[in-house]
């Protein structure tokens, strides 16, 4: 069965941190473009973060400086999010999703940030 479960997320510190995780099975993912997106209560699904097969990061101007993508393919594929300086409007469902050939895409469940004093 292919599936994508993350894990790590929670209730953050404005300015803290989180890492969350994405744990990909039952394929090889190791070649596919891993990404990390959000949603928060009334806005369009945002993508946050990319990472490459080959390790070629890119992030939302909002993030950038903040959060870093990295993936571990030696078994199964991982894929994580570093999330630094937590903001308010970090707040979201955050997604994992796959990039694979010919356009196919797999998704996660979603895992809650809220970032709250």
């Known amino acids: 069965q292919v599936q994508l479960v993350e894990s790590g997320g929670g209730l953050g510190q404005p300015g803290g941190s989180l890492r969350l995780s994405c744990a990909a099975s039952g394929r090889d993912f190791s070649s596919d473009v891993m990404r990390w997106y959000r949603q928060a209560p009334g806005n369009q699904r945002e993508l946050v973060a990319i990472i490459t097969s080959g390790g070629i990061t890119n992030y939302a101007d909002s993030v950038k400086g903040r959060f870093t993508i990295s993936r571990d393919n030696v078994k199964n594929t991982v894929v994580y999010l570093q999330m630094n300086g937590l903001k308010p409007e970090d707040t979201a469902v955050y997604y994992c999703?796959?990039?694979?050939?010919?356009?196919?895409?797999?998704w996660g469940q979603g895992t809650q940030v809220t970032v709250s004093a």
């Open positions: 999703n796959a990039l694979g050939p010919l356009g196919l895409q797999f």
